[in-house]
């Protein structure tokens, strides 16, 4: 990240959306919305002084709710830029004035000099900040979006409410130095040391009832936290309850096995049908173990769900901004899995990484590769080459009816006003040749290069004349 934000050929715009991108390949003309941080990034050093004056605490988003932040904060120790931000819709200062017009709080600005608190030492607060649009024009785009967790409150059979009942990525973020305990293995119920700790895979994957694929990395990072904690913690009982196991890829295999071999017990068998609470505090799993081929309970003190990963909750609103297809898990669509796998449907638009799928690292920084190199390779050259049959639409014959407009699924043809009536016009740049077009106009209005229409209806009568 470091290195991304000092190449001098990059140009870094973070806390910022896409708002609309309009133009074609070669010639994407996106405009950005730049949304107010309400401090001046120029004067802000990232001291964290007025994250330690600030009086309003709200969950921490980066730390999954497990702890809190402040309402000025910057959202984990390594962010590039390391800047603060306000939280308008938790700032006091802001609530205040929507709600009553006065102007309260500014601890982070001014301090509170009557206990010999200062505000900003760099004076970087800036309440009237307001979001900025921006346009850039682009030859290319890669779209990398990433991935959301799956909420664990869609599996009431696993006891979610429970404070000792936690999702992958917030047990991650309890081993992490930089989490809500720096990385001290406690349960969140009483904080005391876990004895017995379960992990559940396929939570929502594989499933009919919600996510029918594999979300991939599951079985791997349950491996990873139950190699962490056995390294670190070697007293602990670590149970593994597994459909199957699945590592696939170089050295995975080995990596299942030296797990085992510290300790872990693997459980294969059916779905967990159930994680309850117990009167001692603990929590019983009632499962079946396929290798004694009955059903099991235990007790833990803790569970672990791997919960499915989703795509990111801004991919629907993107694709809309793009012209990209969607596929029926709900991710970006490729043009070809085996052949074009980070094309997609709207030329010049790239994919990479979980955007398109669930994907383990190797396998994203591989697509991010090959999608860095497919945007690179069509804009290098400074002209884009085309389809030779695309369709042509004779403005004579045109009707103005905008039949085709409706129907075209690449948005590659406009009504544009000619000698004061509105033709239908094509932009080769983004015409597939697919015809629905052709097919569709009453006029018969709309040629391909290469193919006119009475050229194809004679093919067609020569192919039938003997039937």
């Known amino acids: 990240m470091g290195e991304v934000a000092q190449h001098p050929n990059i140009e870094l715009i973070t806390y910022a959306e896409v708002e609309d991108v309009k133009g074609y390949v070669g010639n994407f003309e996106v405009t950005i919305r730049k949304k107010a941080t309400y401090v001046d990034w120029e004067k802000c050093t990232g001291c964290g002084h007025c994250m330690e004056i600030c009086p309003t605490k709200v969950p921490d988003e980066f730390n999954c709710g497990l ?32 709600k009553t017009g006065k102007k309260v709080c500014q601890i982070c600005s001014k301090g509170i000099p009557a206990k010999g608190i200062e505000g900003c030492p760099a004076g970087a607060i800036n309440y009237d900040d307001e979001d900025k649009f921006i346009k850039i024009k682009v030859g290319s785009v890669i779209l990398a979006t990433g991935f959301k967790v799956m909420d664990k409150k869609h599996f009431p059979e696993y006891s979610p409410e429970h404070p000792d009942v936690l999702t992958s990525m917030e047990f991650e973020r309890l081993l992490s130095a930089t989490g809500p305990t720096e990385g001290k293995l406690k349960r969140l119920s009483n904080g005391e040391k876990p004895k017995k700790i379960a992990f559940i895979s396929c939570v929502g994957s594989r499933s009919e009832k919600h996510h029918t694929y594999c979300s991939k990395v599951c079985c791997m990072y349950m491996l990873k936290h139950a190699r962490i904690l056995k390294e670190k913690y070697p007293d602990i009982d670590l149970y593994l309850f597994f459909i199957d196991v699945r590592t696939v890829g170089k050295d995975f295999e080995e990596f299942y096995v030296y797990t085992k071999q510290l300790g872990a017990k693997i459980i294969r068998g059916g779905r967990v049908a159930g994680v309850e609470p117990t009167p001692d505090g603990s929590l019983r799993i009632k499962a079946y173990d396929n290798d004694l081929c009955s059903p099991i309970e235990v007790n833990v003190d803790m569970v672990v769900l791997a919960t499915a990963i989703e795509p990111g909750p801004d991919t629907e609103k993107l694709s809309k901004i793009f ?7 709900g991710f970006f669509k490729e043009v070809h899995t085996k052949l074009y796998p980070v094309e997609t449907s709207a030329k010049g638009v790239f994919i990479a990484g979980c955007a398109q799928g669930p994907k383990d690292i190797p396998d994203s920084v591989a697509q991010a590769r090959a999608a860095a190199s497919a945007a690179a390779a069509l804009v290098i050259p400074g002209q884009i080459r085309f389809e030779a049959i695309t369709a042509e639409v004779d403005p004579e014959k045109c009707s103005s009816c905008g039949i085709c407009v409706n129907l075209c699924p690449y948005n590659a043809i406009v009504l544009e006003e000619v000698n004061g009536q509105y033709k239908a016009k094509v932009e080769a740049a983004l015409c597939a040749g697919c015809g629905t077009c052709a097919a569709a106009c009453p006029s018969r209005a ?14 067609i009568e020569a192919i039938t004349a003997d039937l």
């Open 67 to 98: 702890s809190n932040r402040k309402a000025i904060y910057i959202q984990f120790p390594q962010a590039v830029p390391k800047k603060a931000v306000i939280d308008p819709e938790h700032c006091l200062y802001h609530k205040t004035l929507r």
């Open 446 to 459: 709309i040629t391909f290069h290469g193919f006119t229409t009475e050229q194809v209806l004679a093919q």
């Open 323 to 329: 012209s990209v297809s969607i596929g029926k898990e």
